[in-house]
Nanobody
Framework: QVQLVESGGGLVQPGGSLRLSCAASGFTFSSYAMSWYRQAPGKERELVARITSAGGITSYADSVKGRFTISRDNAENTAYLQMNSLKPGDTAVYYC?????????????WGQGTQVTVSS
């Protein structure tokens, strides 16, 4: 059974830090690119960060560049999102996503999400 389980969310003050984890099981984790998305109330889900299957290339939304870092540990089947200098605008449900191409078809798995609230 495929599972992606996020953890590490919570309430943090502006300027604080959180590290989100995404534990994967039920598929070959090292064959999949990993992404973090977020969705705030009343807004569309947006891509926050992405990392290739071997961890060699990363990309970030402009809004988080320089503050967030995506990483992965393929030996532990886990992806991470280190979030520093958090702002109230970062408040959202954060989701991890595993993605690969199979003959030009997208195979994607989603986690259930974890709430991040940045407030004083």
């Amino acid at each position: 059974q495929v599972q992606l389980v996020e953890s590490g969310g919570g309430l943090v003050q502006p300027g604080g830090s959180l590290r989100l984890s995404c534990a994967a099981s039920g598929f070959t984790f090292s064959s999949y690119a990993m992404s973090w998305y977020r969705q705030a109330p009343g807004k569309e889900r947006e891509l926050v960060a992405r990392i290739t299957s071997a961890g060699g290339i990363t990309s970030y939304a402009d809004s988080v560049k320089g503050r967030f870092t995506i990483s992965r540990d393929n030996a532990e089947n886990t992806a991470y999102l280190q979030m520093n200098s958090l702002k109230p605008g970062d408040t959202a449900v954060y989701y991890c996503k595993a993605t690969k191409l199979d003959r030009s078809r997208v195979i994607a798995y989603w986690g259930q999400g974890t709430q991040v609230t940045v407030s004083s």
